[in-house]
C-alpha cells in the first residue's frame, strides 16, 4: 500500500469530530443499513428493507466481534442490550424485551433456564456459525410463532450446494486486549448428493478495565459444536439431520451469582421439497430438540461475600449470598412445524402449523423438581397478493391454543388461552423512481412467559398468586416505512405506534431488590429506525443510522421502564483495491425518562443516565480471494461511559446501590479471515 492511501482515509476526519462531539454528549464527570461489501465492515445496520433486515452473521463488523448473538444484534439499530458485563447480556429492541421478540435458530427455539435469564437465549448463539441473520421488525407476519409483538428474529444456516465433489467452509481466528481469543471454523465436505457440514467456536476473554482503568468483573470462557448431514438427491429436495452441544462460564459485575455451566444440547430435522406442482409449490418441514443445563453459583469465579443482594437483579430465588450457594435449573424445549406454500396467478398462500412443548426443572437435594410446563399449538396463514407490477398487499393469521402447567403449589394448576393475532400491509414501488413504502396495522397477543409468571415475588393483586393473575399481553401496531436506492444516495426509514393493553410490568422494591411484583398496565409506544448511505468518491462513502424508541404508562401518564435513549452512528468508509479503512462514531443520548424501581425480570431504572461519544476505527486487507486481515480499536479515546439499559453492579465486586456497571475502555483486536 502507497502511503498516501493513508492520508485520504477518512480517520483524520472523524478522529477531530469526535473529540469535539464526546465533550458535548458526556453530561458528568462520570460519562467524561446496508447489505455490506465483503470487504468492509459494517458501521450500520445491514437493511433489504425497512421492515425486514438481512446480512451475514459472518459479516466483519465493528466494534469488536461478538462473544455471543445479543452482542452481534448491537449493530442493528433499534437493538439495545440489558448489560451485566462482558457476554451474554439480554437483547432489546424498540425498547421492548423478553419473548416480545422471538428468538430462532435453524427454525427452532433455544429457551434459557435462568430464572433471572442468566442464560438468555442469545447466550447459546455463536453469530459467526450462522450464515444468515433475519429481522422482521413488529407483528408483521405470523408465520414464526405467537406473541411476537416486538419482532422475529431468525439465526439459520443454509445447506452446503456441490457442484461435484469437493470441500468449502470458512475459518477466523481473533486476538483482542484483556486476553481475548476467538477460533471459528465452518466446513462442509460433499457433492451433489449430500454434505457433511462442520461447525466449531471457541471464545474466551478475561475481565475488561473501564475508561478510567477500574476492573470490571467480566470474564467469560465458551465453546460450542455442531454438525449436520444433509441428503440432496436432486436441486429441488434436501433432507438435513443435525447436533449440536456446547458449554461455558460467565463473571457478571452485576449479579450476585455467575453461571459456571451452561451446557447445551441440539438434535434436529428438517425435509423441504420445491417446485412440486404448479399450484402446490412447496413443503417444508422441522422438529428439533433443544436442552438448556444451567448452573450458577458463587464461589467457582469469585469469592462469596456476605448481604449481597439477590431477587431478579442477581438470583431470583435466593435474597441473601454470605456463604457458598449454588443451584442447578434446566429446560427441554421440543417443537416442530410444517408449512406448504400454493401459487396461483398473482396470489401466493403459505398456510401451516406448529407446536412446542417447553418444560422447566430445578435441582433441589440431588433430585430434580418440575416447576412449571408450556405447551402451545398453533395454526396460521399469510396471503400475498400481487396486485401490480408496483403494488402488492400482504396479510395473515393465526390462532394459538397455550396450557400452562404449575406444580409448584401443593395442588398442580393450569391455565389455558387462546391467543389470536393477523396483520394486513401494503407495499408499493413508484415507477418514476427507485423508491419503495409500505404501511402495516397488526394485532398480536402474548401469553406471560415463564419469567413473569414464576420469578416475581407477588402478583397483580398483591399476593404471590402471581400464576393465574397475569393477564395476556395485547398490542396492535401501525407500521410505517419507506426506501430509496439511487446511485450515489440510498436511504431509509420505518416508524411504528401502538398500544399496548396489559403490559407486563415488573416493580422492585427499593431497598430489597430480592422482592418483585408483576403487574399489568396499559402503554403507548412509538418510534422508528432511519439509515442513510452516499457515495462521495469513487473510493469514499458515509452513512449514518438512527435509532429512537419511546413508551408511556397510560395509566398513570409516567414513561415505561427501560426505554433506550436516542442513538446515532456515523460511519465513514474508504476502499481502494485489497484495502479499507472505517470510522464509526457512536453518539447516544442523555435518557431523563425514567420509571423509578420499574422493569422487567432482569433489568430496572434506578437512575436516569447521561450521554456520550465513541469513536472506533479499522483496517483491512485483503490478501487473496481467500484470506483477509483486519485490524481495528474500539472506544479510541478511552471513554468511561455506561450504557442506560443496565445491571446495577453488584456489592460483592465494591459496587454501591444503584452503580451502573462501565463498558469497555480502549480495546484493540486484530482478526484473520479464510475462505476456501
Request: charged residues 20%; aromatic residues 10%.
Amino acid at each position: 500500500m502507497n502511503t498516501h492511501y493513508f492520508v485520504r482515509t477518512p480517520l483524520a476526519a472523524l478522529i477531530l469530530v469526535a473529540l469535539q462531539t464526546s465533550t458535548v454528549f458526556a453530561e458528568d464527570p462520570h460519562n467524561s443499513m446496508h447489505m455490506p461489501d465483503e470487504s468492509v465492515m459494517i458501521v450500520t445496520a445491514p437493511a433489504t428493507s425497512p421492515l425486514e433486515v438481512v446480512t451475514s452473521p459472518k459479516t466483519p463488523r465493528q466494534p469488536v466481534p461478538a462473544s455471543d448473538g445479543s452482542d452481534y444484534l448491537k449493530t442493528i439499530p433499534g437493538f439495545s442490550q440489558v448489560r451485566n458485563g462482558g457476554t451474554n447480556g439480554d437483547p432489546v429492541f424498540r425498547g421492548m424485551f423478553g419473548s416480545r421478540l422471538r428468538i430462532l435458530t435453524n427454525n427452532g427455539e433455544m429457551l434459557g433456564a435462568c430464572p433471572a435469564r442468566m442464560d438468555a437465549p442469545t447466550s447459546y448463539i455463536s453469530p459467526e456459525s450462522f450464515d444468515v441473520l433475519t429481522l422482521i421488525k413488529g407483528p408483521e407476519t405470523v408465520l414464526w410463532g405467537p406473541g411476537n409483538s416486538a419482532g422475529t428474529l431468525r439465526f439459520d444456516r443454509e445447506p452446503p450446494r456441490f457442484d461435484e465433489a469437493g470441500i468449502q467452509g470458512t475459518a477466523s481466528l481473533l486476538a483482542a486486549s484483556r486476553q481475548r481469543w476467538d477460533e471459528n471454523a465452518d466446513i462442509s465436505l460433499g457433492n451433489e448428493k449430500g454434505y457433511l457440514r462442520l461447525t466449531g467456536n471457541k471464545s474466551r476473554a478475561d475481565d475488561y478495565q473501564d475508561g478510567n482503568g477500574n476492573r470490571v468483573a467480566s470474564k467469560w470462557d465458551k465453546w460450542s459444536g455442531d454438525v449436520a448431514l444433509g441428503w440432496t438427491p436432486d436441486s429441488d429436495t434436501l433432507l438435513e439431520l443435525t447436533a449440536g452441544k456446547s458449554d461455558g462460564e460467565a463473571r457478571y459485575a452485576g449479579r450476585s451469582m455467575d453461571g459456571s455451566q451452561f451446557k447445551r444440547e441440539s438434535l434436529g430435522a428438517r425435509f423441504e421439497k420445491s417446485n412440486i406442482g404448479d399450484v402446490f409449490n412447496k413443503f417444508e418441514a422441522n422438529v428439533y430438540y433443544n436442552y438448556a443445563d444451567h448452573v450458577m453459583d458463587n464461589y467457582s469465579l469469585r469469592s462469596p461475600g456476605s448481604a449481597m443482594p439477590g431477587g431478579a437483579m442477581g438470583n431470583a430465588m435466593s435474597s441473601t449470598m454470605s456463604m457458598p450457594m449454588a443451584m442447578e435449573l434446566d429446560r427441554r424445549t421440543v417443537g416442530g412445524r410444517m408449512m406448504g406454500t400454493w401459487t396461483l396467478a398473482d396470489v401466493e398462500l403459505r398456510s401451516g402449523a406448529d407446536s412446542q412443548l417447553s418444560t422447566h426443572r430445578g435441582k433441589q437435594g440431588g433430585s430434580w423438581v418440575k416447576d412449571a410446563r408450556f405447551r402451545d399449538y398453533g395454526v396460521f396463514s399469510e396471503l400475498t397478493w400481487n396486485m401490480t407490477g408496483q403494488s402488492k398487499i400482504i396479510s395473515g393469521a393465526r390462532l394459538d391454543r397455550v396450557v400452562v402447567d404449575n406444580f409448584r403449589a401443593q395442588r398442580t394448576s393450569q391455565r389455558t388461552d387462546t391467543l389470536p393475532a393477523g396483520f394486513i400491509r401494503l407495499e408499493h414501488d413508484l415507477a418514476e423512481l427507485p423508491v419503495m413504502f409500505y404501511a402495516g396495522i397488526g394485532y398480536t397477543e402474548r401469553f406471560p412467559d415463564y419469567w413473569e409468571l414464576f420469578s416475581p415475588t407477588y402478583g397483580p393483586d398483591g399476593t404471590t398468586d402471581a400464576f393465574s393473575q397475569v393477564k395476556t399481553e395485547k398490542t396492535t401496531q401501525l407500521d410505517i416505512g419507506a426506501q430509496y436506492n439511487g446511485k450515489q444516495l440510498n436511504g431509509w426509514v420505518s416508524a411504528y405506534i401502538g398500544r399496548v393493553n396489559d403490559f407486563i410490568l415488573f416493580r422492585y422494591n427499593p431497598t430489597n431488590t430480592a422482592v418483585s411484583q408483576v403487574d399489568n398496565v396499559n402503554a403507548t409506544i412509538m418510534g422508528g429506525e432511519a439509515g442513510v448511505g452516499y457515495q462521495l468518491t469513487e473510493s469514499l462513502k458515509t452513512d449514518a443510522g438512527l435509532a429512537w424508541s419511546w413508551g408511556k404508562n397510560t395509566d398513570n401518564q409516567q414513561p415505561l421502564p427501560q426505554i433506550p435513549p436516542l442513538e446515532a452512528r456515523l460511519g465513514l468508509t474508504w476502499e481502494q483495491g485489497d484495502w479499507s479503512s472505517t470510522g464509526l462514531l457512536r453518539l447516544v443520548s442523555r435518557q431523563p425518562r425514567i420509571a423509578l424501581n420499574e422493569g422487567n425480570v432482569v433489568g430496572k431504572d434506578f437512575n436516569s443516565s447521561a450521554g456520550f461519544a465513541v469513536f472506533s476505527a479499522n483496517a483491512a486487507y485483503r490478501v487473496n480471494e481467500s484470506v483477509k486481515v483486519s485490524a481495528g480499536v474500539d472506544n479510541l479515546f478511552n471513554k468511561t461511559y455506561s450504557e442506560h439499559l443496565n445491571l446495577a453492579g453488584n456489592s460483592s465486586f465494591g459496587y454501591s446501590a444503584n452503580t451502573p456497571v462501565n463498558e469497555p475502555g480502549r480495546t484493540f483486536w486484530g482478526k484473520i479471515n479464510v475462505t476456501f
